[in-house]
């Protein structure tokens, strides 16, 4: 487990580089490239930072928000407006990753204007064909939407909380501006996330969202782990993950109560949610320490992607990646549970992350 903490000065040395305050919880990271680095989640390309002569190190993941609450410390990347960091008693909540290299797998980011993949990057809507680039080769996919590796500008922080901003921007294969707005709050109960998606342009657009936190065993593995996702029924996909129908859940894939995770390989989507009295639907992550990494995600979000990891480069089964989605893969193509988002109409979805 890795926890970087910050003095109050307005400068630190970390020996890894410095931070360096630029406002309340709103903070520059520097990175000392010479320096050993407690492991964390590494950039399986290799990218080291750009340093341009006299300069101080380009950081891959943008400005660096700390929020602070009680034991609780969440740190938030500009890049995909991404939880780069959440523990509470020192404890990680979610696979950390260091602010000196590309978030591994969409670690923590912001997963938008469709989540999951897209087949081929071809997709027509309202009798219109569209073209977006293939980013996931190997299935011939466009993966995660549009604004994972995209910086995101503040709009306001303080100790406990930032919002962050972008505007996604007219291209040939997504011809809407989307003005996404996402607000992360620190408090007793945990982080919570509160997005709101704007239709700034003159047409309908198509929109779904997602998010990607990998969850974190603490001290231990994934195969020490139990898992416990809420909800009824699988997506089956065909041998590129794209969806071809679902089912009841049944054997490894029934995990409504608290499942051993050793010998499981999961990258699955769920629906078919439970919720709880208070509307809640819950994913929960269960260490050999005792403690319970969860996410829960209220109405808005109606769908799972669950995935161990198992293959990925940075990750080998290191978290669980707990994804609350608004819709499957290949939505755009499907249809189902696609959103319609009209002209000036806004769009929110509300989840959250904590230590049990």
Do not use: K
């Amino acid at each position: 487990m890795r926890r970087v903490v910050h003095s109050p000065d307005d400068r630190h040395d970390t020996g890894r580089g410095s931070c360096e305050r630029i406002s309340a919880g709103h903070y520059r990271v520097s990175v000392n490239t010479s320096a050993t680095s407690t492991p964390t989640l590494q950039d399986p390309s290799g990218t080291a930072p750009f340093t341009p002569s006299g300069a101080a190190p380009f950081v891959p993941s943008g400005t660096q928000h700390v929020l602070e609450h009680g034991t609780h410390r969440a740190v938030i990347a500009a890049v995909g407006a991404s939880v780069r960091e959440y523990t509470v008693d020192g404890r990680d909540v979610v696979l950390p990753f260091d602010a000196s290299v590309i978030a591994p797998a969409f670690s923590g980011a912001v997963l938008a204007p469709w989540p999951n993949r897209l087949r081929d990057g071809e997709y027509t809507f309202d009798g219109v064909e569209h073209e977006v680039p293939v980013t996931e080769h190997a299935r011939s996919t466009a993966l995660h939407g549009l604004v994972a590796y995209t910086a995101f500008a503040t709009v306001s922080s303080d100790a406990a909380h930032v919002t962050l901003e972008h505007v996604v921007v007219p291209t040939p294969g997504y011809p809407w501006p989307l003005r996404l707005r996402v607000t992360y709050t620190l408090g007793d109960a945990g982080l919570t996330v509160d997005v709101a998606a704007t239709n700034l342009g003159t047409g309908t657009a198509p929109y779904g969202i997602g998010f990607h936190p990998w969850l974190s065993p603490g001290d231990g593995t994934v195969d020490e782990c139990t898992l416990q996702v809420d909800a009824t029924r699988r997506v089956t996909v065909d041998d590129r993950l794209l969806p071809v129908g679902d089912e009841p859940v049944a054997g490894p894939y029934d995990l409504r109560s608290a499942t051993p995770l050793r010998g499981i390989e999961l990258d699955d989507a769920w629906l078919g949610v439970l919720r709880d009295d208070e509307g809640l639907s819950w994913i929960r992550l269960a260490g050999p320490d005792g403690r319970t990494a969860a996410l829960w995600a209220d109405a808005s979000l109606d769908t799972w992607q669950v995935c161990t990891g198992d293959g990925i480069p940075g990750i080998e089964r290191g978290g669980v990646a707990a994804e609350p989605m608004t819709c499957i893969a290949d939505a755009f193509r499907t249809g189902d549970r696609l959103v319609r988002l009209e002209p000036g109409e806004t769009h929110e979805v509300r989840w959250g992350l904590t230590l049990l």
